[in-house]
């Protein structure tokens, strides 16, 4: 069975760094891409990135290019999104989720991590 | 950038209507056109990719259509399991998502 375990809600203040993560489980970890997603408490989703696992080939959506770092360890079979200095406007939900077919394919993001709540607060 | 534009951001519905909800693409996106449906407190789930394939599992009650700039979603008989929110997603180039189409009880 295919799965996405994301790791726990995180409390952090302005300033300071964080790395969240997704784990994936039940298929070969490095063929398939794997995105990030946000979604602002009440709000749509964006699409911020997406990393493939094998060889770390990375895109980003202009919006998040250099706001947050993607990144993976095929060892592990887990990708990670980072920051390096927290803003009270990263307060979301983030998902990660796995593209399941080839581009050609159109085949898109068939299973999705559980999200992780991010809070960032004085 | 491709901006997707979806219509209407909400809607309101009874159990067995049949329900359109439009999504256009800045530019040609071809039929890199994927439909997800979120329920509250969930993560998104994939419906529809290359604008009309169904996703394995989804009812055969959701269609998609469209080529180009112009895509639709159509429930052909709203079910209360229906009631949520739709996002359209390009992924021609990139990705981008729609502002999310609420579908509600009436």
């Known amino acids: 069975e295919v799965q996405l375990v994301q790791s726990g809600a995180e409390v952090k203040k302005p300033g300071e760094s964080l790395k969240i993560s997704c784990k994936g489980s039940?298929?070969?970890?490095?063929?398939?891409?794997i995105g990030w997603v946000r979604q602002v408490p009440g709000k749509g989703l964006e699409w911020m990135g997406i990393?493939?696992?094998?060889?770390?080939?990375?895109r980003y959506s202009p919006s998040f290019q250099g706001q947050v770092t993607v990144s993976a360890d095929k060892s592990s079979s887990t990708a990670y999104l980072q920051w390096s200095s927290l803003e009270a406007s990263d307060t979301a939900v983030y998902y990660c989720?796995?593209?399941?077919?080839?581009?050609?394919?159109?085949?898109?993001?068939?299973?999705w991590g559980q999200g992780t709540l991010v809070t960032v607060s004085p | 950038d491709i901006q997707m534009t979806q219509s209407p951001p909400s809607l309101s519905a009874s159990v067995g209507d049949r329900v359109t909800i439009t999504c256009r693409a800045s530019q040609n996106i071809k039929t890199f056109l994927n439909w997800y449906q979120q329920k509250p407190g969930k993560g998104p789930e994939l419906l529809v990719y290359g604008a009309s394939s169904l996703h394995s599992g989804v009812p055969s009650r959701f269609s998609g259509g469209g080529s180009g700039t112009d895509f639709t979603l159509t429930i052909s008989s709203l079910q209360p399991e229906d009631f949520a929110t739709y996002y359209c997603?390009?992924?021609?180039?990139?990705?981008?998502f729609g502002q999310g189409t609420k579908v509600e009880i009436k």
């Open positions: 039940g298929y070969s970890f490095s063929t398939f891409w």
């Open positions: 990393i493939y696992p094998g060889d770390s080939d990375t």
């Open positions: 997603q390009q992924s021609y180039t990139l990705r981008t």
């Open positions: 989720a796995r593209r399941g077919g080839t581009y050609s394919s159109g085949y898109d993001f068939d299973y």
